[in-house]
């Protein structure tokens, strides 16, 4: 019984689309019966205008020829004559095999009884008495005068049997006709029900196995229209939950892996001290004033990439030339650069304007240069370019060897994610500065990648949308 609840989307399909094709097919019933049924009295009804024109013009002969009714009056079989030729019958047909005047009872019954002959003042001289009331007028005219009238009973009020047997046979005809195609609309209902509740029971048993937290379901379901289709978006929502899953997992492994490292070179320095090993001094002490900033600088690098993710990353944005704000942060590294063994190569175009959070954008260069500053071997060379192009500034920095593989480069804005080999963790790194200038470009609508570089190295490019109008400073 529970196949039959209402509650079911089968039975709901099933119940519309067949209640909506039932109306249909009775509605059609009915306004088909009542057209055919209009129609072919509508038809009845000029077909005895037209053979009673005949008649009239026939009786205004006759009344002109004989000056009066007395002929026709008087006379019932020329009546009935005069009846069967107005119904379009030759004389051949109307005689008898012997010669005889045709009797009423000859003449078809579907106009003769219901016809009378009236003078002008409407007394009638033949016909019917007990019809009179109900008869219509067309009125003989000789002369532009009125002599009398034709008056006849229309066919719906004295239908003949003949007819309404033909009315009745084909309303059961429309009858079969309607319940054939109810029928045939009822298999219609429940083929499409099922058809459509097969396909969108299994998008419910895919979507509920997600909701299980088991992302290697796979949909087939074949076709390409809107179910389909979803059932495509469910299998990509699979996938990336999936994705999303295994990334959860390696992002807080990375996480304990990073925090354990700091944590284990404090704990082994204090243990050291703790136990006599090594002296209280300022190199102990500078020791671990290091590893606590290096920790204190993980933590807060993991803290601006949530309120990244959050949306949370505060930024108080400004129109600043982005090549004053490299050669600002480059004028506190020169020291850094040189003892590191390397070169700046720097060109700047003045007035590049953006609007932006001059912090940030400082915080990204910084980043820029620390992993250049760690992954660069000695002497090495840094190049950097800023210029306006069209409607955005584009800032490109490079350094020189070691590279990274091509299939490598898409994935140096990963969090925590380093290349093992030439650029390793021996630099010191978390792996998680590119991260934090790939978030912090792309909340000031721009966008960070990472190429290959001419030089040897690395090539990231960031582009900003431009000022529309160059301001100037200073």
Not at 8 to 14: A, S
Not at 110 to 119: A, E, S
Not at 396 to 418: C, F, I, K, N, Q
């Amino acid at each position: 019984m529970e196949n039959l609840r209402f509650d079911k989307l089968h039975v709901k399909l099933f119940a519309a689309i067949a209640g909506a094709i039932a109306v249909l097919m009775v509605a059609a019933y009915f306004i088909f019966t009542a057209s055919f049924e209009y129609g072919f009295l509508q038809y009845l009804k000029r077909a005895d205008e037209v053979r009673l024109e005949r008649m009239v013009q026939q009786l205004a002969d006759g009344y002109r020829r004989e000056r009066g009714w007395a002929w026709i009056a008087n006379d019932r079989d020329r009546w009935v004559e005069l009846s069967r030729e107005a119904l379009g019958l030759t004389r051949g047909q109307s005689e008898a095999a012997d010669g005889a005047r045709p009797s009423r009872r000859d003449t078809p019954l579907t106009i003769d009884p219901r016809l009378m002959l009236f003078d002008a003042e409407r007394r009638q001289l033949v016909g019917r008495t007990e019809l009179a009331r109900t008869a219509q007028y067309m009125p003989v005219v000789v002369s532009a005068q009125t002599v009398g009238y034709v008056g006849y009973v229309p066919r719906p009020e004295v239908i003949a049997s003949i007819e309404r047997v033909y009315v009745q046979r084909q309303r059961i005809a429309f009858g079969v006709i309607a319940i054939g195609m109810l029928l045939a609309s009822l298999l219609l209902a429940a083929g499409l029900a099922y058809w459509l509740t097969r396909r969108i029971r299994a998008i419910e048993q895919g979507t509920r196995a997600l909701i299980r937290g088991d992302y290697e379901t796979t949909l087939e379901v074949p076709g390409n229209d809107e179910l389909a289709r979803l059932a495509l978006d469910v299998n990509t929502l699979a996938r990336t939950l999936d994705a999303a899953r295994r990334s959860r997992r390696q992002w807080i492994a990375d996480i304990a892996h990073e925090l354990r490292t700091p944590l284990s070179v404090l704990r082994a320095e204090i243990e050291s001290l703790e136990d006599g090993v090594r002296p209280l001094d300022q190199s102990a002490v500078k020791s671990l004033a290091f590893e606590a900033q290096r920790l204190a600088r993980l933590v807060e690098d993991l803290h601006t990439l949530s309120l990244s993710d959050l949306g949370a990353l505060s930024y108080r944005k400004e129109p600043v030339d982005l090549s004053e704000v490299v050669s600002d942060m480059l004028e506190g590294q020169r020291r850094v650069v040189r003892d590191r063994g390397l070169e700046v190569d720097i060109q700047l175009e003045p007035g590049a304007m953006v609007l932006a959070d001059e912090a940030r954008l400082a915080q990204v260069f910084a980043n820029l240069l620390q992993n250049s500053l760690r992954y660069t071997d000695a002497p090495g060379r840094i190049v950097i370019r800023v210029r306006r192009v069209g409607d955005s500034v584009i800032a490109g920095w490079e350094d020189t060897a070691p590279g990274v593989p091509d299939s490598e480069l898409t994935r140096l804005t990963d969090r925590l994610y380093r290349v093992e080999g030439s650029r390793s963790r021996d630099g010191g790194g978390s792996g998680l500065g590119l991260a934090i200038a790939h978030a912090i470009v792309e909340g000031h609508d721009g966008t960070l990648t990472a190429h290959a570089s001419t030089l040897g190295g690395v090539h990231i490019e960031i582009i900003l949308p431009a000022l529309k109008e160059r301001l100037n400073h200073g």
